[in-house]
């Protein structure tokens, strides 16, 4: 059982423990996996803005240079001049100082003058292409991003078809397609128109950058956003751009540490970025590895979608970050977990100990060792419960010692009333002998003696003092009787009603009044009737003397609250009886009466026959006001 109570209390501090750390590990660990992905998330978002910036910037670049170059002097005189040798010779020298891709002059038809890349192919008109025409028709001077077709791009040079070529490579979750490369550019354009002294079109100057396998931009995003950090030997943040869904240019290595164009973006960024126009933020698993990735689109020139840039930061970091993260919360919680664990049992403990005190005193007391005390160590309910148990040993120690010497006190009684008991038993059977005698001569004499003989009157106070005797040894030897009562089933009420017929007529009660409580559900007991009848007899009458005059006597019979006795009950209204009597009123010839009235015998007869019966007798007086006597018989017999 103290087992069970430290285990109940130790397994349900756990029990909450633990209940409360898997929920705070669960919320915690959430929360912090939320917290992360949803930083990365704005942080790619910002790296996404960055990355645009950049390409803006290179585009404006590209633009300025086209105007300061479209400014200089020597192209409107030459143009004027028709010097054409001098327009391909610097015109082309510029292409290289700037790495242009293309520098193209047409006259102010779109008519192309001069390709610096490829000066061999002239003539054409490129008055349809998108910027040109917007070139022709304005002042300004235009950047853009656009497409241009293979045809367009072999004029300008076969290297640059097959720079700009990009086979397929098939992409899972890509969307299907048929085309098995690309074969068109995406091209970082600006144009300037030309104008002379007197402010007419001479013409349109345009440079373009082919970005398909040029890595300029790509690269700068990831040395300026992310520093070229890497993690674990991968480089923490990526940049892409896309012509369609195709990867022209990036940063996203194989693993044969190639840089992954040809493979294209998942059905969901293109639906979302290249058909909805909207950006896209989320993880995406890019080439081999998994990434918080920013999509948006790249317009052209005539605000078209024909093409997405792309930052993505490696995903494992903050994976890992999440995990170390959860790790120490789950660390934190488990040494929170034991902790409480250890603050529990020793809470445990320190409540079980006195309780365990507690239970040893118990077994001490129960063994017999009353003197035994437990010691309150703090002040609770615990020290408090203590106490009272200690002051529940005193009581039973003064109640058990109050119990030996009464039950001493019972033993000796008896004893002295056996001793007594066998002396009189005793005598009276010496004496009964030679009264039998002196009564059966004292007769005999009687009789013979002539009935004016003046000794007759002595004869006869012989023979009367002799039969007084006889009584007194035959009451004597009804206290002493050894043999046991014929017992059978009798009912106590019967024999009281019995007893009081017999009693009430007599004149000592005249002036008593008898009054009777009989339980009606009195059950039979085992016992000698006739005997019963005698101490009935002798009580009724002992009270009868106790009142001098008026009085009033009260019997009541009842079960008794163990249910193994019945009880009868005699209260008067007499004389009392004085403390220093009381333990004196069983001896035989102890009597209060004058001689001749009271012998003495009748409550020691009484008492005799009750403890035959296993029964008990009991006193209570209050001198000056009454006496009860209460008689208890067993219901079963156990002689
Ligand atoms: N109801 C009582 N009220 C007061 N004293 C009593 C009562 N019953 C008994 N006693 C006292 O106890 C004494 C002993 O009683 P017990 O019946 O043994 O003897 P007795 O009545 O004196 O004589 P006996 O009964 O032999 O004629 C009595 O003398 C009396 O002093
Ligand atoms: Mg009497």
């Known amino acids: 059982m103290k087992a069970l109570l430290k285990t109940k209390l130790v397994t349900s501090f756990l029990a909450v423990i633990l209940i409360c750390g898997l929920v705070a590990t669960l919320v915690g660990t959430r929360l912090i996996g939320t917290g992360i ?72 038809n779109g008519r192309v003058l001069i390709r610096t890349r490829n000066p061999s192919i002239s003539g054409d008109s490129q008055a349809d292409d998108d910027l040109v025409s917007r070139l022709l028709s304005t002042v ?79 690269d700068k995003v990831k040395d300026t956003v992310y520093q070229a950090v890497k993690y674990k030997g991968k480089d923490i943040g990526t940049a892409t751009i896309f012509q369609g869904d195709l990867r022209i240019s990036t940063n996203v290595m194989r693993e044969d540490g190639t840089r992954a164009i040809g493979t294209r973006v998942s059905e969901e960024v293109y639906e979302q970025v290249l058909v909805k126009g909207l950006p896209w933020i989320d993880r995406a698993f890019v080439v081999n590895n998994w990434y918080i990735a920013a999509y948006e689109p790249i317009r052209d020139i005539k605000d078209e979608i024909v093409g997405i840039l792309y930052v993505g930061i490696l995903e494992e970091k903050f994976i890992d970050m999440r995990n170390s993260a959860t790790a120490m919360f789950l660390g934190i919680a488990f040494a929170g977990m034991i902790i409480a664990l250890i603050v529990s049992s020793f809470l445990a403990k320190s409540v079980l100990q006195p309780i365990k005190q507690l239970i040893f005193a118990s077994h001490q007391w129960a063994d017999g060792n009353l003197d035994f005390r437990v010691e309150a160590t703090q002040k609770d309910e ?40 066998q002396l009189a038993a005793g005598v009276a059977h010496e004496i009964n002998n030679p009264l039998g005698a002196i009564l059966m001569y004292s007769h005999l004499s009687l009789e013979e003696m002539e009935s004016e003989d003046p000794r007759r009157k002595n004869l006869e106070k012989v023979a009367a003092e002799a039969t007084r005797c006889k009584n007194i ?46 339980s009606t559900s009195l059950p039979k007991a085992m016992m000698d009737s006739s005997q ?66 009271g012998t003495g015998l009748g409550l020691a007869v009484s008492y005799g026959i009750i403890a035959r019966h296993r029964g008990t007798i009991e006193v209570k007086s209050n001198p000056g006001k009454g006496t009860t006597f209460i008689v208890r018989l067993p219901l079963k017999s156990e002689v």
């Open 140 to 218: 300004e001077v235009i950047a853009a991003t656009v497409i241009v077709p293979e045809e367009e791009l072999r004029k300008e040079g076969a290297d640059l078809v097959e720079q700009a070529c990009i086979e397929f490579i098939p992409t899972p979750k890509a969307k299907p397609t048929l085309e098995i490369r690309q074969t068109s550019g995406m091209m970082m354009k600006a144009g300037a128109p030309i104008r002379g002294y007197d402010g007419s079109l001479l013409g349109v100057l345009y440079a373009g950058k082919l970005i398909n396998r040029n890595y300029k931009i790509v």
């Open 382 to 421: 615990i020290a408090e419960l203590t106490e009272t148990f200690n002051l529940m040993a005193s009581s039973l120690k003064e109640r058990d010692e109050r119990l030996k010497e009464y039950t001493q006190q019972q033993i000796m009684k008896s004893e002295r009333l056996a001793t007594l008991g």
């Open 532 to 597: 019963v009848q005698q101490i009935f007899t002798n009580i009724i009458l002992n009270a009868a003397e106790a009142i001098d005059g008026q009085g009033e006597v009260t019997i009541a019979t009842r079960t008794a609250e163990s249910g193994e006795f019945i009880e009868i009950e005699f209260t008067d209204t007499g004389c009392g009886i004085p403390q220093e009597n009381l333990d004196k009123i069983f001896d035989p010839f102890f009597t209060t009466k004058e001689v001749g009235r």
């Open 37 to 108: 992905i949803r930083q990365a998330q704005d942080k790619v978002r910002n790296d996404l803005n960055s990355a645009r910036e950049i390409y803006r910037q290179e585009s404006e670049d590209l633009k300025d240079t086209v105007r300061l170059t479209a400014l200089r002097f020597f192209i409107k005189d030459a143009l004027l001049k028709n010097d054409m040798s001098t327009l391909t010779e610097e015109l082309g020298s510029i292409r290289k100082a700037e790495s242009f891709d293309i520098l193209t002059l047409t006259d102010n």
């Open 473 to 518: 040894v035959r009451s004597l030897l009804d206290f002493a009787r050894q043999s046991e009562p014929n017992v059978e089933e009798a009912d106590a009420n019967e024999i009281l009603r019995r007893t009081l017929s017999l009693l009430q007529n007599q004149a000592q009660f005249q002036n008593i009044t008898i009054l009777t409580t009989l």
